[in-house]
């Protein structure tokens, strides 16, 4: 299978409304900026990908379509290969994004009012979510050591779980934090959640960027009792750069689980998704092996070479080395600047475009999370203008 791996090839991206790109101004007050933030990369999606979308754009018509039970299939032996993770077809159901599957459950499992456990610094949208649709967050904020490694709180959580808490949400890997959680750090959180009946929704989108020495460990895979407890959305839209084409798979090991969910998804109407977006996930993970081990191994240079430069020429910016993600959570506390000086300065001095740490929660404050998923002169790029307005 043909892998296009020329990870260095610079792509412009300024005419695709990217949003990365085109909403800088938006976002950062300016256009002249290196944008380093948003969750997609600046690689080329495999071609083998692209050739199959251009295939079935030879059929004039895109009309309603049916999702094959090979698109399941290709999940089903994508898991089991790379990471010996055994699903039933039965299990899996669809979902448009991951953060939908994670509105739906939201949906499925809870009332208004009930309680949602979250574990900051997280992905944004975690808190949005549960806010947005009426249920109650309840903060279960990760620990950090002095090298920067987070690690789950469980005597906080034990604290924080009462009658009306109903449902876990993790990351896993997390983002922005570049942990893969260990089967006994998710043997304890499940524990906890079986002795609370809690349901524990994982979101393992970036289950597929783990460095080498790790290992994802999805939380259904720990036992048959846990993953009759849990949900879990992933996607091959991180992995191959096709998060445009919104198609996740979503794992329910438990039947009623599984009935509630999908009862939800039909109500929305959301089950029918996108031709390409099913397309492109049965030709990626079908074929896709090759290609991101390629990409893994480029990724985690970058992430390297990136944690080398900055330990090296920027000693007021910490970072710890992520044992997954393509994603830098980087500690600007050495500074001595407030948040609103660090960011200033990125932007007016650095003119880099970072996500802004407290938008994961407030234990982001003077927390900048950078993205190394591009080619190694645009991060040099990044890393020298950083190093000139904090070095
Ligand atoms: C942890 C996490 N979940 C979900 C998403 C987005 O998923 P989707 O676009 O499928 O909703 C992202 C994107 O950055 C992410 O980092």
Same mark, same amino acid.
Request: zero cysteines; aromatic letters at 12%.
């Given at each position: ?20 790109? =085109? ?6 007050? #300016?256009?002249?900026? %290196?944008?380093? +933030?948003? =969750? ?40 089991? #290969? ?29 009332? $208004? ?39 789950? @709180? ?17 990351? @896993? ?7 893969? +959680? ?13 002795? @609370? ?27 048959? *009792?846990?993953? *009759? ?6 996607? $091959? ?29 039909? =109500?929305?109407? %959301? ?14 993970? !079908?074929?896709?092996? *090759? +290609? ?9 240079? !970058? ?8 330990? @090296? ?7 710890? #080395? ?6 830098? +959570? ?17 932007? !007016? ?21 950078? !993205?190394? =998923? ?18």
């Amino acid at each position: 299978m043909q892998s296009n791996n020329d990870f260095d090839r610079v792509i412009n991206r300024n005419d695709s409304l990217a949003i990365k790109y =085109a909403a800088r101004k938006a976002v950062f007050g #300016r256009e002249d900026i %290196l944008p380093m +933030w948003v =969750a997609d990369m600046d690689f080329s999606s495999p071609e083998f990908v692209l050739d199959a979308l251009r295939k079935r754009l030879e059929h004039p018509i895109l009309g309603y379509t049916l999702r094959p039970e090979s698109f399941y299939k290709a999940y089903q032996q994508w898991a089991k #290969r790379r990471y010996g993770f055994e699903v039933e077809l039965d299990w899996l159901t669809f979902s448009p994004g991951v953060v939908s599957a994670l509105a739906l459950s939201v949906l499925s499992y809870t009332e $208004p009012g009930d309680k949602i456990i979250i574990q900051p610094p997280v992905y944004p949208p975690f808190f949005e979510t549960v806010k947005g649709l009426g249920r109650e967050l309840v903060i279960n904020p990760l620990r950090r050591d002095v090298d920067g490694r987070y690690y789950i @709180n469980f005597d906080d959580l034990r604290t924080k779980v009462n009658q009306r808490t109903k449902l876990l949400i993790i990351s @896993n890997p997390h983002n922005p934090v570049g942990r893969t +959680w260990t089967p006994d750090e998710l043997e304890e959180l499940a524990q906890i959640a079986l002795e @609370n009946n809690l349901l524990i929704i994982s979101d393992d989108i970036h289950a597929d960027f783990v460095y080498k020495d790790y290992k994802y460990t999805p939380v259904a895979s720990l036992s048959e *009792q846990i993953a *009759q407890i849990t949900v879990i959305a992933t996607s $091959p839209s991180k992995t191959f750069n096709i998060p445009g084409l919104s198609t996740s798979v979503v794992i329910i090991p438990n039947d009623e689980l599984r009935k509630k969910y999908n009862e939800k998804l039909k =109500a929305a109407h %959301l089950w029918l998704g996108n031709i390409f977006g099913n397309i492109a996930l049965e030709t990626a993970y !079908n074929n896709g092996d *090759q +290609w991101l081990d390629s990409l893994l191994l480029y990724l985690e240079q !970058n992430v390297d070479y990136a944690v080398q430069f900055i330990r @090296n020429n920027i000693p007021a910016i910490k970072v710890w #080395r992520p044992e997954a993600t393509f994603l830098l +959570w980087l500690d600007f506390s050495a500074t001595g600047m407030t948040h609103e000086q660090i960011k200033h300065k990125l932007i !007016n001095e650095a003119r880099v475009g970072l996500n802004d740490g407290t938008d994961f929660g407030e234990q982001g404050e003077k927390f900048f999370r950078m !993205n190394i =998923a591009a080619p190694r002169a645009v991060i040099t790029d990044g890393l020298e203008r950083l190093k000139a307005a904090f070095g």
